[in-house]
């Protein structure tokens, strides 16, 4: 079973930075579709961006120009650098894993980390 954990949130103030990583349980970072997600209260969980096991990166468009998503693979971990950050930013931030192969999808979840910028 994949266990991914997150950590790096806290609260920081507007314009500030914060980068998030999320460690996984064995070799998958390298061969996974990895995301990150957020969740804000009474909002529906929104991808914020994901890295491709190409290496392909994607974005919502309003972290654009400032959140940047990488990966080490040999520390099977994922990272989300998130820069000049906005009230709007407020969210428990999901790390996700996602896999289809032979037709079998493989989902993976963390926790979340809790991310406050104040104004």
């Known amino acids: 079973q994949v266990q991914l954990v997150e950590s790096g949130g806290g609260l920081v103030q507007a314009g500030g930075s914060l980068r998030l990583s999320c460690a996984a349980s064995?070799?998958?970072?390298?061969?996974?579709?990895m995301a990150w997600y957020r969740q804000a209260p009474g909002k529906q969980r929104e991808l914020v961006a994901g890295i491709s096991s190409g290496s392909s990166t994607n974005y919502a468009d309003s972290v654009k120009g400032r959140f940047s998503i990488s990966r080490d693979n040999a520390k099977n971990t994922v990272y989300l650098q998130m820069n000049s950050l906005k009230p709007e930013d407020t969210a428990v931030y999901y790390c996700n894993a996602f896999r289809v192969r032979w037709a079998t999808k493989y989902d993976y979840w963390g926790q979340g980390t809790q991310v406050t910028v104040s104004s």
């Open positions: 064995g070799d998958i970072v390298s061969i996974y579709t």
